[in-house]
């Protein structure tokens, strides 16, 4: 999963360099270019993004200082609502409009604009992300109980005191060994073991798509040259890359990952957007985001990732979230993070007019 995941992250990082050429529409001078004026902004978008990516993601992982953002209790879920909001906001509003602006751009040739491309991407990454939480849980059960066990009904054992007799109707009362404390039963985990090993994965995904989306969203702004395009970017993606690492976090927190993981996984994300602005920057003179491939690049790269964290959204944090008994069984809980989820959903929503 690790490996899969960074050569993801390096493929993002490569492909903007590998498609700066191949041109057939004229990119032509933003309006209002000024470089040195941009080049000051930029500087100043990596230095605003990095603190707010990091503030995001720490968040809720502040657990070991303040025990109120642990995972089980009920300020932990209010985040948690509100961060499923802003992932869910993230795919729908910002990553896959985008997808289906570069896939549908004029620049690109008739077999592409002919067909839904975004939407079949999306449809498979969602797909494929579903598939590969329900592999990785198979593993894990065949790993730690074995092939032969997962086949098997749970164990059914006749008590010493009611094989003498105790039957009604006919009819012989038995007890599975669990009554004796002993794990006889279908080769599964207990629930503890399953629902870690389901919030790792999570983690590891959503943290795959938010990554792809980052580096995208960092390059369109270092290659800009006009001032008035970066200035409402750099407070846009701020706070973009603040709900965005709440969000994150949440799901890191949860996972229970060792403190080496926790903090990679946090500084992998804090970085993606800054290093994208960088590579954005040092390709400025020579890339041109209308050209064919770049546009056919990011626009699945979009499509996918929005696939991801809007399968993720619904179903691996706001499903399980909000039909969990925890909230079922308590209504002024459940009522806050019903307000959670809206104000994140509408929090996002309303950055796109910026970003």
């Known amino acids: 999963m690790n490996k899969v995941f960074f050569s993801l992250f390096l493929l993002v990082l490569v492909l903007p360099i590998t498609i700066h050429a191949d041109c057939t529409c004229d990119q032509g001078l933003e309006e209002g270019s000024k470089k040195d004026e941009a080049l000051k902004l930029k500087i100043i978008a990596i230095a605003c993004i990095l603190v707010a990516g990091g503030l995001g993601v720490s968040f809720p992982i502040l657990e070991k200082f303040y025990p109120k953002f642990s995972p089980g209790n009920d300020l932990f879920f209010v985040v948690k609502a509100f961060a499923a909001g802003v992932i869910f906001s993230t795919g729908c509003v910002h990553v896959l409009p985008d997808a289906f602006d570069n896939l549908t751009n004029p620049c690109l040739s008739e077999l592409w604009t002919s067909f839904p491309f975004g939407g079949m991407v999306l449809m498979l990454a969602a797909i494929a992300t579903m598939l590969l939480e329900q592999i990785a849980n198979v593993l894990y059960q065949r790993m730690h109980f074995g092939k032969a066990k997962a086949t098997k009904p749970a164990a059914i054992d006749i008590g010493e005191e009611e094989k003498g007799g105790d039957q009604h109707d006919g009819h012989v009362h038995v007890h599975t060994h669990a009554t004796h404390g002993h794990a006889h039963g279908a080769a599964f985990a207990d629930d503890g073991s399953v629902q870690l090993l389901q919030d790792r994965i999570i983690a590891q995904i ?5 990554v792809v989306h980052s580096v995208i969203i960092g390059i369109s702004l270092g290659t800009s ?15 973009h890359q603040l709900f965005e690492g709440m969000g994150l976090g949440g799901c890191i927190s949860q996972a229970k990952f060792n403190a080496l993981k926790v903090g990679v996984m946090s500084i992998f994300f804090t970085l993606t957007t800054p290093v994208g602005i960088a590579i954005g920057f040092a390709i400025s003179n020579s890339y041109n985001e209308n050209s064919p491939k770049a546009l056919i690049v990011e626009g699945l790269l979009n499509a996918a990732s929005a696939g991801i964290l809007i399968y993720m959204a619904l179903v691996d944090l706001i499903q ?30 309303l950055l796109a007019k910026w970003a």
């Open 225 to 239: 040259q006009s001032p008035k395009t970066i200035e409402p970017l750099v407070v846009a993606l701020s706070f």
């Open 206 to 210: 959503l943290e795959t798509g938010i």
């Open 320 to 349: 399980e979230t909000f039909k969990g008994p925890r909230l079922l069984n308590n209504l002024k809980l459940l009522l806050s993070c019903d307000v959670a989820l809206l104000l994140g959903l509408g929090c996002m929503t």
